[in-house]
């Protein structure tokens, strides 16, 4: 079977490439994915797979933007039923270069990769579909919205009831990587992605002329001691060897050269993996933000948004789908990853079901972009990882419906 899987992607290839180059230049942001699913949909309707669209819907009042695919083998009757999972959003950044495929939408780009990773589970679908004389099962294919936004299209597939009927026994999930060379997969056991929350601090004084310090309340000031003090939370309150960052990346203080405002606007991230350690943070955090704020005459309004929980792969699928690449891709192409402190969506299957996260090696020095880091504006792949990740994602689902 794994040689016929071969075969089929091989000859899917060039297809896949066309798609992904579709859906790069075509980029939509979080729960905005119509076109992006319609494209998506059109291409397993023509191959006859049966899909239901609509899911994931932010509210009562919209329009989901997800879609599963069922694809069903033939070869005998089998209630078994593995999930295979892609995320289908982008980003709010201006794409720099790719001629013939760079994003036609102003401001947006697919500058994490999903549009590879929608290509590919496509890609495995289909075959699985021209094989499904050959295996016995379901293979469900998760095509997901809003994996960049809170909540986070897992949570509302999740909540909809999409897993009910029929029912995974696991999912499993990839990402593409610039890091790891193209060719290469990586795995790691239990614990892989952290927890991420969104932190967002309004600092309140009394503004005024700058040159007059002493009639005011300098909010700039305390935004800048906050943003430094909030740092003895990770160096003197974390325990050691317990991963934590509390990073700051916005800071907004409309004044001037001589103009204190009334107000600066911090927003920032928190990123954990234990769970009751995050819980106390988010008491301790507001709590110290007020207390320094207020030491200083200041005040401050916290808004914390509780994000996705950490990604913790199951041992004993994660074992199995390793065990898949290796006979896939050669124990030489398959290495061990370190927790990662990114923050991923998938996390909530693997709340509700048996998960497997892994990476996909895209990056190739002679490739423009490919080893670029994600989220940034020249990021590009090797698509030659497309075959790659397609076929393990087939292959891996194959073997898991024998083991229902």
């Not at 590879?116 to 099962?137: E, F």
Request: with cysteine; glycine share 10%; aromatic share 6%.
């Amino acid at each position: 079977m794994i040689d016929r899987i071969k075969k089929g992607i091989a000859e899917l290839h060039p297809k896949m490439v066309q798609w992904r180059r579709h859906l790069h230049a075509h980029p939509e942001l979080s729960f905005q994915e119509h076109n992006t699913v319609a494209y998506v949909t059109e291409q397993l309707e023509a191959e006859g797979i049966e899909v239901r669209k609509g899911v994931g819907k932010l509210n009562a009042d919209s329009k989901g933007t997800g879609l599963i695919a069922l694809v069903k083998g033939e070869k005998a009757t089998s209630n078994a039923c593995f999930a295979i999972r892609a995320d289908l959003d982008a980003l709010p950044i201006t794409e720099i270069g790719k001629e013939g495929y760079c994003s036609t939408a102003p401001g947006v780009m697919h500058a994490c990769g999903h549009d590879a990773h929608t290509t590919m589970v496509l890609g495995a679908g289909i075959a699985l579909h021209r094989l499904r004389k050959h295996w016995s099962g379901t293979v469900m294919l998760v095509f997901q919205p809003g994996e960049e936004k809170e909540p986070g299209g897992a949570s509302l597939l999740i909540k909809e009831g999409v897993f009910n009927d029929p029912k995974p026994s696991g999912i499993v999930g990839q990402h593409v990587t610039p890091e790891l060379a193209i060719g290469k997969v990586g795995f790691r056991s239990g614990p892989f992605m952290a927890a991420a929350d969104e932190l967002y601090i309004t600092v309140k004084g009394k503004g005024g002329h700058a040159a007059s310090p002493h009639m005011l309340i300098d909010t700039v000031l305390i935004a800048a001691h906050l943003i430094t003090s909030l740092q003895q939370v990770v160096s003197r309150r974390n325990k050691p060897g317990r991963p934590m960052v509390l990073s700051f990346g916005k800071v907004i203080a409309q004044g001037a050269t001589n103009i204190i405002p009334d107000e600066v606007h911090i927003a920032g991230t928190l990123r954990t993996f234990d769970e009751a350690w995050r819980s106390e943070l988010h008491i301790l955090i507001p709590q110290l933000s007020k207390d320094l704020a207020k030491s200083m005459g200041g005040d401050v309004e916290f808004n914390l948004v509780k994000g996705s929980p950490a990604v913790v792969n199951d041992p004993a699928l994660n074992e199995r789908i390793r065990a898949a690449a290796i006979a896939y891709v050669g124990e030489e192409h398959v290495v061990e990853m370190d927790i990662r402190m990114g923050a991923e969506d998938f996390a909530y299957y693997t709340q509700v079901m048996p998960g497997c996260f892994f990476r996909l090696g895209t990056g190739n020095p002679n490739k423009p972009g490919s080893t670029s880091g994600l989220h940034r504006a020249e990021f590009d792949i090797d698509e030659d990882a497309l075959a790659i990740g397609a076929g393990l994602m087939a292959w891996s689902a194959i073997g898991e419906l024998k083991n229902c």
